[in-house]
């Protein structure tokens, strides 16, 4: 009798990123064994920006499994570049939880019940934008580390309220933190927040096979389509863009109903639009979308983050 194959499962050593993985790995019903990769983006306590923004988390792991250390790596998927990577495929992309921010402030407060002059924390040039050009007249300070190393931040009373990602907090199963979920009408979310990638070798066909069942076509049409805008706009996860796929019923079928915001970092001009299309038509959606933003000034907006 064959010994079942022990698959190793690559992921970051953070609470967020281990929940993440052993999730998936609960899914799998084969033997694994998960091996924890330090990346660049866990050892500098830098902004993104400074440190290469789009890819920090990614390429220790992508390193790892082509040179066989692992055989699955678990991301969050608004973490990976959006160009292919020779060798590997996202073979899965599960259930989306939800791609919403939500704000964790003292004493309870809402986003608007802030007072001016209360200090708003985020590392995300996205929110930062969103949030200035919503004329609160609160202060965005820039903030980095994990979810307890941020929410300590309001603890601590060094901010009154940070911006976080809702699914990292009820991945960990801390929702219970959440004094306000920002509607999209107010903060669109990142490209892909909420949803992960698992990557395997392109040539791997055990861990293709093993990770197919995974997949949820619903939630991988809806990111194809914010990652073809973010690519289109030749942006990362650290430009202050903003995009949201809903997947609905049509009249032929599934479609995809993408909005997309670029923001100037100072909140003093915003572009926002709507494309929708079929859900065999991700790509094209996606690109549409920016040339549309585009056209509307989006790159002066994008460049105000230099």
């Known amino acids: 009798m064959t010994e079942a194959r022990t698959f190793r499962v690559g992921t970051r050593a953070s609470r967020l990123a281990r929940a993440q993985t052993d999730h998936v790995i609960s899914q799998l019903g084969a033997p694994t064994e998960t091996v924890h990769i330090t990346t660049e983006g866990d050892r500098s306590a830098a902004a993104l920006t400074q440190i290469g923004g789009t890819g920090v988390f990614v390429s220790a792991l992508r390193s790892a499994l082509l040179a066989g250390e692992i055989d699955i790596a678990v991301h969050s998927y608004k973490d990976l570049p959006t160009g292919p990577a020779d060798g590997i495929t996202v073979a899965a992309v599960p259930p989306r939880e939800d791609p919403r921010d939500v704000l964790v402030a003292r004493d309870g407060l809402t986003l608007g019940e802030l007072p001016a002059g ?147 970092i100072d909140g003093s001009d915003a572009v926002r639009l709507s494309a929708t299309g079929p859900t065999t038509d991700a790509d094209g959606v996606g690109r549409r979308l920016a040339a549309e933003l585009l056209a509307d000034g989006a790159t002066t907006m994008m460049g105000s983050t230099a």
């Open 118 to 264: 209360a200090r708003v924390g985020t590392g995300s040039p996205r929110r930062a934008a969103q949030l200035n050009a919503l004329g609160l007249g609160v202060e965005v300070v820039p903030i980095r580390g994990n979810i307890d190393t941020r929410v300590g931040k309001v603890t601590a009373g060094e901010c009154d309220a940070v911006v976080l990602a809702y699914a990292g907090l009820r991945r960990i199963g801390r929702a219970d933190l959440v004094t306000e979920v920002l509607d999209p009408i107010q903060v669109l979310p990142a490209a892909a927040q909420g949803a992960l990638a698992i990557e395997c070798r392109s040539d791997d066909a055990g861990a293709v096979a093993l990770l197919s069942v995974l997949d949820h076509a619903a939630s991988r049409a809806a990111v194809a389509a914010e990652r073809a805008l973010l690519e289109a706009l030749e942006a990362g996860c650290s430009s202050p863009i903003g995009a949201l796929a809903e997947i609905a019923e049509g009249d032929d079928g599934p479609e995809i109903f993408l909005r997309g915001s670029v923001t100037a």
